[in-house]
């Protein structure tokens, strides 16, 4: 009895602890249409128990589980049409611990539309088609405009188009539309479509006129007529096509959502004219794939030139060139002029404008109001400069150009002090610092000539890292002066300059050639705050600060409670016996200690590491 209780506890917690968890389900999460896939699932919470006693579902949403156990599942995906996408998914439960998992499975068949539009100056439609206005019903379109069947009534079937300046009363499960997009087009007429189940072409229609010089933007307006919502939308796509049938761009598919507030939807996207190209065919395809709430309208197809925007540049030759560079500062005259046969405004107006911060504001340049401007920049930044030309008649129509950039470089050569250690006759690499500010980041690699002068002691002058060797200093006297002795100072003049661009900057670099005092290390103190022995701390370890010293404590488990690197006064380096604020107990303390350059120039009791990079020893902590 006792040995079932437990079990049952037992049992009970893996149950408490599971049903929180959710598992991954892994495999293919876009397989193709009609493939066999296989997907497993790690389970968080498992064991012998769950392994012996658990049961597993699975649950597949379109398609079939052909096989499966606790751990995989072996499914056939539907089958889906090439108009469609499916979205599908996986579940999996096991039952003794209350774990489950799911996973959604996308097959993509064909990419929503994005809508692109004209990033410059629209121009007047080469194609205006609006379906024209009137009584209803309108008339039939021209002739192998399409191959549906016109009806003078709006009563259509599948397979069916009208012309009509409303659906209101056309269907009784239809959205009624008052009235055509076209804005102040009384009685205007909008083209009234009941698609049938055949995926392919529904209206077709030619443009002449059109130019190579600039894009276009197709653009048309359609809405889902579909009140009853219990089928899928209507799905169509546009395309340019040359009159041989090439394709020249297409909408991509595009769900018309049926929107009862705000029924009508822009469809749009910019094409190039192949060389030689002026007429082309605008061509809607029905996309849907069937003929049950495949119903809409569609009005104001239009083709429009986009011109491009003003282009802006440092060269007076029509040529894009976007960079110029000086150094400390520069005259630089900034060009603009129009791509296109001709401007887009009959009366342009000009605004040059600046930004000192990499282009996130800009400023209008005073008195900058000319196609071409001469600009003189005294201060070293990056400046950004574009062109906004707008129509004097309307300000509120404008373009931007592209952005140009002129780098006013500085060569900074920092002032610095290298230190070298008395009691270490090594050669020592001297390491300067300069850069180039406000140069080109994604410009070319950056190369220096570099001079040092003059070049007492150094290997080369004419590198960026010499090698200074210094003359020994004498020996201290007395041993242990109460203060060390002030450094001997060797002053160079060096001199860099980018190669790139000829910006050149200098600067004094000292080499600062010191006589540490040793260091001399007790092995006891008395924190008890009477003026005497209060503090443990290597004298005239401040002497070293310039080298990299540092002073480490550790309590008796090996933890660090005190650890200085730095400090030009004896109290920086001191421990007064405390850890954030407490009082430690009376003991031995271990202390470890590295000199760079001067490993053993100490005196006490220490003993030297190996490598004899650091000391070490012990201190006795008395109350």
């Not at 539309?113 to 100056?121: I, S």
């Amino acid at each position: 009895m006792k040995f079932l209780l437990t079990f049952c506890l037992c049992l009970f917690f893996y149950v408490s602890f599971a049903n929180n968890i959710d598992n991954i389900i892994t495999g293919n999460a876009s397989p193709q249409s009609g493939s066999t896939e296989i997907y497993t699932v790690n389970w968080d919470s498992w064991g012998s128990v769950y392994e012996n006693y658990a049961n597993v579902s699975w649950n597949v949403t379109g398609g079939t589980l052909i096989s499966s156990d606790k751990h995989t599942a072996t499914i056939q995906w539907d089958y889906v049409p090439s108009w469609q996408n499916g979205y599908f998914s996986i579940d999996v439960y096991e039952d003794l611990g209350g774990q489950s998992g799911n996973m959604s499975v996308n097959i993509i068949n064909f990419v929503e539309q994005t809508v692109e539009t004209c990033d410059g100056v629209l121009g007047p439609p080469a194609l205006a088609i609006d379906f024209g206005s009137g009584d209803n019903p309108g008339p039939p379109l021209p002739a192998g405009t399409t191959t549906y069947i016109y009806k003078p009534y709006c009563g259509i079937n599948s397979g069916e188009y009208s012309l009509t300046n409303t659906s209101f009363g056309c269907h009784g499960d239809w959205l009624g539309i008052a009235q055509d997009h076209t804005p102040g087009d009384i009685n205007g007429y909008m083209l009234i479509i009941d698609a049938n189940d055949q995926r392919g072409e529904v209206y077709r229609s030619t443009v002449t006129g059109l130019t190579n010089a600039f894009k276009y933007e197709f653009s048309a307006w359609v809405a889902n007529l579909d009140d009853d919502q219990v089928y899928d939308p209507p799905r169509v796509h546009f395309e340019v096509r040359d009159n041989s049938d090439n394709l020249l761009n297409s909408s991509g598919s595009f769900t018309i959502a049926y929107d009862p507030t705000d029924p009508w939807k822009r469809v749009s996207f910019m094409f190039d004219l192949p060389p030689g190209v002026t007429s082309v065919q605008v061509v809607l395809v029905n996309e849907h794939g069937g003929a049950s709430g495949n119903d809409f309208v569609v009005d104001d197809i239009s083709f429009a030139p986009c011109y491009p925007p003003i282009i802006a540049s440092f060269s007076p030759n029509p040529t894009e060139l976007d960079k110029s560079y000086t150094c400390n500062n520069g005259t630089v005259t900034l060009y603009s002029w129009w791509p296109t046969l001709s401007p887009p405004y009959n009366n342009p107006g000009f605004k040059w404008q600046k930004s000192t911060d990499n282009g996130s504001t800009w400023s209008d340049i005073p008195g900058a109001t000319s196609i071409s401007y001469t600009v003189t920049e005294n201060t070293e930044n990056r400046y950004y400069y574009r062109m906004l030309a707008y129509n004097v008649s309307n300000p509120s129509q404008f373009v931007i150009s592209n952005t140009i950039i002129f780098f006013v470089q500085k060569m900074t050569v920092d002032a610095k002090t290298f230190y070298v250690n008395g009691c270490d006759a090594s050669p020592v690499e001297l390491d300067p610092t300069y850069s180039l500010q406000f140069s080109d980041p994604n410009g070319p690699a950056l190369s220096y000539t570099y001079n040092w002068s003059p070049g007492t002691y150094l290997s080369n002058t004419q590198i960026v890292n010499p090698i200074v060797t210094l003359p020994a200093l004498p020996p201290l006297n007395p041993p242990n002066p109460p203060s060390p002795p002030p450094p001997v100072n060797y002053l160079y003049t060096l001199t860099i300059q980018n190669t790139n661009y000829g910006c050149s900057g200098f600067n004094t670099q000292t080499v600062s050639h010191f006589m540490p005092r040793k260091v001399y290390i007790f092995n006891a103190f008395t924190p008890n705050n009477d003026g005497v022995n209060d503090y443990f701390v290597p004298v005239n370890i401040q002497d070293y600060t310039n080298f990299g010293a540092e002073f480490w404590i550790y309590d008796r488990w090996g933890g660090v409670i005190f650890h200085q690197t730095q400090g030009a006064a004896p109290i920086d380096w001191s421990w007064d016996g405390k850890v954030g604020g407490v009082p430690q107990a009376t003991g031995v303390y271990v202390w470890r200690l590295k000199i760079p350059g001067c490993p053993l120039n100490y005196e006490g009791t220490a003993s030297p590491d190996n490598p004899p990079v650091t000391i070490h020893g012990q201190v006795t902590l008395i109350r």
